[in-house]
């Protein structure tokens, strides 16, 4: 596994978080993502993270930047899935993923992006 | 990694698979799957392989009869992503996977579920 696969759907990209993620398959995400959304002119980028039961600081940061990288490419993230524990967590360890849209699931998410911002 | 996430996209569910499969994964993942395809009333399902480099024997009889499961629930497969070798690999293997559609990515098998089916 080096590389998590990004799924183009129209003007959005999904990726699906599935694994435990090491430094190096972060920057790959970071790389192909940032790359994609360029190349596909995406103007959203859905995370799932259904499949994670736990995240650390890592996974935070991560996806705290790869939403910065997005937005200053002009595309706005939506972080869906989100387990109850995992928000816990993430408010424990003091990251509250200032900036980033969070949808219960990809559908919701997919409504977020679609709706004309404000 | 216990289970292997299932997206709902309006009438569709998605599945990435991104690890290997070993025995319990595939069986989790048609457990959940065949339930979800009812309760969800889903009349399609995208098998996302464009992260596996390589296939064998087991994966490509999980898709095959994960699709099967689904047809006599009434609804469609389409495996999505394939890379070249794993196509070469499948048919070395015997495994046409007969039954089962194609699509180049995401994008074209939703439109293929989305067509009224002949």
Chains 1, 2 share one sequence.
Do not use: C, Y
């Amino acid at each position: 596994m080096d590389r998590i696969p990004i799924l183009k759907m129209g003007r959005l990209l999904l990726v699906t978080i599935q694994v435990d993620m090491h430094d190096q398959l972060a920057i790959t995400l970071q790389d192909d993502l940032t790359e994609r959304i360029v190349k596909d002119r995406a103007q959203g980028v859905l995370i799932d993270i259904s499949a994670l039961d736990i995240v650390d600081s890592f996974i935070g940061r991560m996806i705290s930047n790869t939403a910065s990288m997005a937005r200053i490419l002009d595309a706005s993230t939506v972080l869906v899935g989100m387990q109850p524990a995992v928000a816990i967590t993430l408010v424990e360890l003091g990251m509250a993923l200032v900036g980033v849209q969070t949808a219960l699931n990809v559908e919701q998410g997919i409504r977020l992006l679609e709706r004309p911002s404000d």
